[in-house]
């Protein structure tokens, strides 16, 4: 059975890098924000080898077997086999993500905080929600033909979602494991703010998420299943992170991951990183620079001492 790999992280962390990384090793494979799938066929969105989906014979031949097993075609019906309530910011599907379907996957969000907000082994526990535990099922059954169909023993999804991550762990937990990937809020938030997000959203994002993952991972996975990698330290001794973070994984460490945009990804969805044909990898620390003391003043007003309880001073 291949093993299904979690990277849970706020937006601007570094998943799409982590996840780039792994999937140049000679058994993983890139699965980029998987969840959002529906909406990259039903938009024909670039997949990360330069083509757009339509046109990306890989993900051709994966919608012809779904057709063929599940008598559904997404090509013509994008939505009809749904991975997981994945509400999109930036890029949007009108068509699907109305204000009641944003109404629905918010009151299921709040459904799942209340369920795993309490440990694994609570008496009573408030149901995952029918269409999620669906979007599992489903879920699933898209990992194992994509394992089967690229040959790989581990599958990469970046979608961040950390109530999804439970989920499957939940459903299959000697297969899934779980890395929370962390980076300093004030890259994040500079980061978030240089791309026209208000001082306020940018902060409150990063903060909500983390506050959400760092007790829901903590309540429901147990340590062996779940590894903690900052983003500063992927990049700056990649070599290393990439060895711990295989040795968790079950793999062994190949050093060509360091040259990872030498093997041709399909991820779907994610920031344009996805797309840079560069290898470099840099340490983004502009924020020291670039936010005064005000900025940095009001980011640690917002995010109270999440900073700090990450790791960092």
């Not at 918010?106 to 009573?124: G, W």
């Amino acid at each position: 059975m291949p093993v299904y790999c979690f990277v849970c992280s706020a937006a601007r962390s570094g998943s799409t890098l982590l996840d780039r990384l792994l999937g140049a090793h000679s058994r993983a494979a890139s699965l980029g924000e998987i969840s959002f799938l529906n909406k990259a066929i039903s938009l024909d969105q670039i997949c990360s080898c330069g083509k757009n989906i339509s046109h990306c014979k890989t993900w051709n031949a994966v919608l012809d077997r779904i057709e063929s097993e599940k008598q559904l075609d997404l090509r013509k019906q994008p939505y009809a086999l749904q991975f997981w309530d994945a509400r999109a910011s930036v890029i949007v599907d009108k068509k699907f993500q109305t204000g009641l379907y944003v109404l629905m996957t918010k009151f299921r969000t709040l459904q799942c905080d209340i369920r795993f907000r309490q440990r694994a082994d609570a008496k009573f526990r408030l149901p995952l929600p029918a269409k999620l535990e669906n979007n599992v099922v489903n879920s699933l059954y898209l990992y194992k033909i994509l394992a089967d169909m690229w040959a790989k023993d581990v599958l990469v999804d970046s979608s961040k979602n950390v109530h999804k991550a439970l989920a499957v762990h939940e459903k299959k937990p000697d297969n899934t494991r779980i890395i929370y990937l962390t980076r300093d809020g004030r890259g994040v938030y500079n980061s978030r703010r240089s791309s026209g997000f208000s001082s306020k959203q940018s902060a409150k994002a990063w903060y909500r998420y983390n506050l959400r993952a760092s007790s829901y991972l903590a309540f429901n996975v147990p340590k062996e299943h779940l590894l903690s990698v900052k983003y500063e330290d992927l990049v700056s001794d990649p070599a290393r992170t990439l060895s711990q973070i295989c040795d968790f994984l079950g793999i062994t460490f190949e050093t060509g991951m360091l040259k990872f945009t030498d093997v041709e990804h399909h991820l779907v969805n994610g920031n344009d990183m996805r797309l840079r044909q560069s290898h470099e990898i840099s340490l983004d620390e502009r924020w020291k620079t670039e936010l005064d003391k005000d900025a940095l003043a009001t980011f640690e007003h917002l995010t109270k001492s999440m900073n700090s309880k990450l790791g960092y001073k």
